[in-house]
């Protein structure tokens, strides 16, 4: 299990979270089929004002911790002369 989530919510907002599985049709229950799909997981987030957050994602599979990331996001104005 992936959670995401922004270390300053006043600055970047987990705002909508999208799930595509790579077999929609896969039926759990189905005889021979063992544990979930595969998926890709989005994560949509809105940028409210200039500023660094951090953006926190941790996956876990069954209860234990698998993947911890931390990445630094730097929210500028539209119009702002500091491009990077």
């Known amino acids: 299990m992936v959670e995401v989530w922004s270390e300053k919510n006043s600055i970047l907002k987990l705002s909508d979270t999208h799930v595509a599985y790579d077999n929609p049709e896969y039926n759990e229950s189905e005889e ?35 993947e911890k990331q931390k990445v630094k996001i730097e929210v500028i104005e539209k119009n702002s002369k500091n491009t990077k």
């Open 32 to 66: 021979g089929n063992l544990g979930g799909d595969e998926a890709t997981k989005t994560f949509i987030f809105e940028a409210l004002k200039p500023g660094t957050s951090f953006v926190m994602i941790k996956d876990s599979f069954q209860g234990k911790l698998v």
